[in-house]
Nanobody, 122 residues
Framework: VQLQASGGGLVQAGGSLRLSCAADGRTFNSYHMGWFRQAPGKEREFVAGISWRGSSTYYADSVKGRFTISRDNAKNTVYLQMNSLKPEDTALYYC????????????????WGQGTQVTVSS
């Protein structure tokens, strides 16, 4: 599966952004999908995951209550709605797909898209 993320940008603290990740291929609905981020000098962080059916979600504590992951299997697209953004959310955000395993473990994600930059100004 090939993934294309979009929707990043510059936003003030407290603002919102919605990231999208479009997938090609006819087997999108068989993959768990997730979002990761990496800030300069920091390790990659697993931010959110969603099961292949979309019925279950996972969030890192750092974004719980502010970010929402969702998917539209008819459009082969996964979204990350980000509200109440903070400067510490600034990072390169990646979408990823897991062909097996569980949606709530970052180590199962084995297909990666290119990143989209999110910058939150204070």
């Amino acid at each position: 599966v090939q993934l294309q993320a979009s929707g990043g940008g510059l936003v003030q603290a407290g603002g919102s952004l919605r990231l999208s990740c479009a997938a090609d291929g006819r087997t999108f609905n068989s993959y768990h999908m997730g979002w990761f981020r990496q800030a300069p000098g920091k390790e990659r962080e697993f931010v959110a995951g969603i099961s292949w059916r979309g019925s279950s979600t996972y969030y890192a504590d750092s974004v719980k209550g502010r970010f929402t992951i969702s998917r539209d299997n008819a459009k082969n697209t996964v979204y990350l709605q980000m509200n109440s953004l903070k400067p510490e959310d600034t990072a390169l955000y990646y979408c990823a797909a897991a062909s097996g395993g569980v949606y709530y473990r970052g180590s199962f994600y084995n297909h990666w898209g290119q990143g989209t930059q999110v910058t939150v100004s204070s």
